[in-house]
């Protein structure tokens, strides 16, 4: 089995990308939400925040459609916290 090197490098940079981010829990996450949004939306998938009330904390949710073997859509839902 042959692993496309171009994924396989994307894939590297996001995960090196995510390990360098400073979260504790507690604290504000925006730059690791806001990283991880941008890159939901670049691949069309539909994302939105909900926020606590300091607007610190974020979670991110986003959706995935696509359809089932019978034509209908499914949404399947992405959250981070």
């Known amino acids: 089995m042959s692993i496309d090197n171009t994924l396989y490098e994307k894939s590297i940079k996001i995960l090196t990308d ?27 998938i539909d994302t939105f925040k909900v926020y606590d009330e300091d607007k610190k904390r974020v ?17 399947y839902f992405v959250r981070s916290y």
């Not at 390990?19 to 829990?25: D, R």
């Open 18 to 44: 995510l390990i360098g981010f400073k979260t504790i829990s507690g604290q504000d996450n925006s730059s690791l939400i806001d990283y991880c949004e941008n890159i939901l939306n670049e691949i069309g």
């Open 59 to 75: 979670n991110l949710f986003g959706t995935l459609k696509s359809k089932n073997q019978n034509g209908k859509k499914t949404n």
